[in-house]
């Protein structure tokens, strides 16, 4: 089973991006418009940024261009803590980015370079092995298994850490305009098979199963030995389910902002809370108020929390309530 | 189980990937044997591993294609031709200096594996990314440092140069006039020109200037170089000069980079006898770059 290990390092892999959102909502980008960014972002280093804010020893595997886009992102990085010895420099690709408008119904419409950037040439360098031998916990973005090369270095690093006896969790953070990429999904596949947390949105559940309800998709992942598959339901809270228990919480009401991120922040504090000892149940409630927190910021790295804040937010919503 | 087999090929690539990272080359057969599927399906897998970068095809088999070394953080944008070409110009055995600079910090992050190289560094940052990844000895090079964290002209360091001498030296230089190659501001000077006089051979590298000049620029005379290596660019401007100095073109495998070789005798100084009997005069006497007094 999982044991706590409060010390032990996360560390999470894939693409480093700036984000440049689109001012007004609408369909995409075909003709000028006024834009507002660079932001950090990235969904992995989002997600590590979230475990560094919480206090927690973590890492991140990347690569940046020699710009101001990778300098951005790594500054931010480093200042809150992550330690970003294996975010390397590629001096002649540019910092990946992501250029993404609302829909007035809430979806997003994105246009991305990622496979042509910087961020596409991550890999198991020597610094990254040596992150990689003292990672107690590897966390793995779906979204990050774009090419081959980076689906063999993950695939590796993950053995690696399961053989030290680390555990490793996978979010599939599918994105509609990923689904192209035919290696992603098989890669995916093999994820499952291997991650001890899987944090899937509601629809990313049935997605990657062969299930036709929710219940007997949890059946089958269960059957393939996941310990926990935490169901991120975004305004209608989250559930986290185990071979023998079952928990649910309710949304927290916030004034959504900006979604982006939300996701990656609620993983990142479940993450680092259960690897600090606490139940799945508490774990739950304050990966919820961080999603909820990140919800109500703008900039996909612009809500995360630390514990107190998390703390605060909690005992709010309990008056509330009571 | 139908999760499964969603991942069967990519499982299987992965598989031949793992394979010829650890034996170099794989061959149909062998592998369609290995694997259970026939020759027509491992040929395809094949064919996309080459068109991933991973492995180059030949007759039946396919061996592991050199990735180039992941880059070094470059906060300046150099040139990684450069870097590569100067890399060559290093030995494979013996003590080599780097001297401070811009280029020269990052030329241990291109240099082979060489266990009979010992690397000399003078500065931190140097010496960080020498430590890391060099095969060989790393040694910095005794004296004090400045603000950059680079060691500069001071009693110790004249010393130790002056009775240690290398194999061959590498200097950064940032132009070249009738004197010689201009170094970059607050470079060691005294201390690179004494290097250079005593090693078998001097490498320079010459990059763009990034930096300022100062009115009193320091320059190493040409007669202590062996080779030059540089950009195409710069290269271009300085052939003409160089030829008359004696030094004569050789073609590299960069289109992008230039290398130049003195066919003249250079004069080496003799161990024995040191330029500067008293080499605290000679600091004191050195002041700003250029201003060194040879006796």
């Known amino acids: 089973m999982i044991r706590p290990m409060p010390d032990g390092r996360i560390t999470t892999i894939g693409e480093i991006v700036v984000e440049i959102m689109a001012d007004t909502q609408g369909y995409g980008f075909r003709q000028p418009m006024a834009l507002h960014g660079p932001y950090p972002s990235g969904a992995p280093a989002i997600f590590i940024d979230q475990v560094a804010r919480l206090g927690h020893n973590c890492a991140l595997i990347s690569a940046v261009g020699n710009d101001d886009f990778g300098r951005l992102n790594t500054a931010r990085l480093q200042n809150d803590g992550v330690d970003i010895s294996a975010v390397h420099v590629i001096p002649d690709l540019a910092t990946g980015s992501a250029f993404v408008r609302y829909r007035p119904d809430g979806e997003r419409d994105f246009v991305y370079n990622i496979q042509g950037a910087a961020c596409s040439r991550t890999a198991l360098t020597r610094a990254a092995e040596a992150i990689i031998d003292d990672t107690a916990h590897f966390h793995v973005m779906g979204s990050s298994l774009f090419s081959f090369r980076l689906i063999d270095d993950v695939v590796k690093a993950v053995h690696r850490v399961k053989e030290a006896g680390g555990r490793i969790s996978f979010d599939p953070n599918l994105r509609k305009e990923m689904l192209d990429i035919p290696e992603m999904r098989a890669a995916m596949d093999i994820m499952l098979q291997a991650c001890d947390v899987f944090l899937p949105s509601g629809p990313e559940l049935l997605m990657l199963t062969e299930a036709k309800t929710e219940d007997a998709a949890i059946e089958e992942l269960l059957a393939l030995g996941i310990s926990e598959i935490v169901i991120k339901r975004g305004a209608h809270g989250a559930s986290v389910v185990t071979a023998n228990s079952r928990h649910t919480c309710a949304p927290l009401s916030v004034c959504e902002i900006d979604p982006t991120g939300a996701g990656d922040c609620f993983g990142a504090t479940y993450v680092t809370l259960r690897l600090e000892g606490e139940a799945p149940e508490t774990a739950l409630r304050y990966a919820n108020a961080s999603g909820a927190r990140a919800v109500s910021a703008r900039g996909p790295m612009e809500g995360v929390s630390t514990r107190a804040e998390l703390d605060a937010c909690l005992s709010t919503a309990a008056e509330v309530w009571s | ?279 605290s005069r000679a600091c004191r006497d050195a002041g700003a770059p250029g201003v060194l007094q040879v006796r």
């Open chain 2, 1 to 279: 189980m139908a999760l499964g087999t969603r991942s069967l090929v990519l499982r299987r690539r992965l598989r031949i990937a793992d394979q010829i990272r650890r034996e170099g080359v794989v061959r149909v057969d062998a592998l369609s044997r290995q694997l259970g599927v026939s020759t027509v399906t491992v040929r395809s897998d094949l064919a996309y591993l080459e068109e991933q970068g991973l492995v180059l095809r030949s007759a039946g088999a396919a061996h592991l294609r050199d990735v180039p070394p992941v880059q070094a953080v470059s906060p300046s944008g150099f040139d990684p031709a450069l870097l590569r070409q100067a890399a060559r110009q290093a030995p494979g055995r013996g003590r080599l200096l780097l001297g401070p600079g811009t280029l020269t910090d990052h030329v241990s992050a291109h240099l082979p594996h060489s266990p009979a190289l010992g690397l000399v560094l003078m500065s931190l940052d140097a010496a960080q990314m020498a430590r890391r990844l060099a095969a060989g000895s790393v040694e910095m090079l005794g004296g004090a440092l400045d603000a950059a964290g680079r060691v500069h002209d001071c009693p110790a360091a004249l010393h130790n140069v002056t009775f240690h001498p290398f194999d061959v030296v590498m200097i950064e230089a940032i132009g070249l006039t009738r004197d010689g190659l201009v170094l970059p501001l607050g470079a060691p000077a005294a201390c690179l020109r004494v290097a250079a006089e005593r090693a078998a051979r001097t490498v320079v590298l010459m990059g763009p200037d990034h930096g300022t000049r100062s009115a009193a620029q320091a320059i190493i005379p040409l007669r202590l170089i062996s080779e030059i290596v540089t950009t195409a660019s710069l290269g271009a401007l300085a052939a003409d000069p160089l030829r008359l100095a004696g030094f004569r073109c050789v073609s590299t495998p960069a289109d992008e980079t230039r290398l130049f070789v003195n066919a003249t005798d250079r004069q080496v100084s003799p161990v024995s006898e040191p330029p500067f009997p008293d080499s």
